[in-house]
């Protein structure tokens, strides 16, 4: 669990000039670091590590992704149909990679989650 998050979004559309009916946006997430587990207590009196020591955390570094998008509004079929062309991309910065999510007493990783690489996403929506 991350204590903090942090999400800003925004866009603009350009309603004049060269680049009327053009729209820009972008967003930015963030979240902090989190505990992905703890690392073992002292052994008892057999050498065996049978609990965690909840003192010493083990985190996982705090993360930001970044998404952008751009979009183009039309009218087709003699000004009937409203449509809108956007193209989305996610993670922008992102190639894909294995995140540490849990970890076994003595630190070494166990459990992985796969973030995906960047994602391009193409739309299109019509309004009568």
């Known amino acids: 669990v ?12 350009f309603t004049e000039g060269r680049l009327k009916n053009f729209g820009i946006g972008g967003a930015v997430r963030w979240e ?5 587990g703890f ?12 609990s ?11 993360r ?5 998008m751009a ?7 003699e000004g009937r149909i409203s449509t809108r062309l956007q193209l989305n991309v996610r ?3 992102e190639s894909g990679r294995l995140q540490a999510v849990a970890v076994n007493p003595d ?10 690489p960047r994602q391009f996403i193409l739309s299109t929506s019509f309004d009568l």
């Open 71 to 77: 979009n183009y509004n039309l009218r087709l079929f």
């Open 2 to 13: 991350r204590k903090y998050r942090f999400n800003a979004l925004t866009n603009y559309t």
């Open 107 to 116: 630190g070494s990783v166990f459990a992985y989650r796969i973030v995906d």
């Open 39 to 50: 690392m073992g207590a002292a052994p008892e009196s057999d050498g065996v590590v049978r």
């Open 64 to 68: 930001y992704y970044i998404d952008l």
């Open 32 to 36: 902090d670091k989190a505990a992905i």
């Open 91 to 93: 993670n922008v910065f």
């Open 52 to 62: 965690l020591d909840p003192d010493k955390p083990v985190f996982d570094k705090s």
